[in-house]
Nanobody, 124 residues
Framework: QVQLVESGGGLVQAGGSLRLSCAASGRTFSSYSMAWFRQCPGKEREFVAYINWVGDITDYADSVKGRFAISRDNAKNTAYLQMNSLKAEDTAVYYC?????????????????WGQGTQVTVSS
């Protein structure tokens, strides 16, 4: 079992920045690839960013490339999502997720563990 807890969400003006954190406990954090997803009311959960277990491979949704950066600190059992140049359309609940799979995946069903989510609201 892996328990994930997100933090760092909040209200920010368009053009601003936020950094989300995802603290993990339980089984070895460094054995899992991590990702961030987001979801708006009435919409499907959407892939945002991925990082492999070492931290040397990342991938992003086209909508956030160049603005968001995913990272991890295995010594602290924590993953991060730095979000810059935020837009109103980035407003959503953001979830971190952990996958034991060794390949890059953007599919929610391939992630075994999820956090409870943190709300990000960007005012225009």
């Amino acid at each position: 079992q892996v328990q994930l807890v997100e933090s760092g969400g909040g209200l920010v003006q368009a053009g601003g920045s936020l950094r989300l954190s995802c603290a993990a406990s339980g089984r070895t954090f460094s054995s899992y690839s991590m990702a961030w997803f987001r979801q708006c009311p009435g919409k499907e959960r959407e892939f945002v960013a991925y990082i492999n277990w070492v931290g040397d491979i990342t991938d992003y949704a086209d909508s956030v490339k160049g603005r968001f950066a995913i990272s991890r600190d295995n010594a602290k059992n924590t993953a991060y999502l730095q979000m810059n140049s935020l837009k109103a359309e980035d407003t959503a609940v953001y979830y971190c997720a952990a996958s034991p799979r060794a390949w890059i995946t953007k599919k929610p069903f391939e992630y075994d563990y999820w956090g409870q989510g943190t709300q990000v609201t960007v005012s225009s």
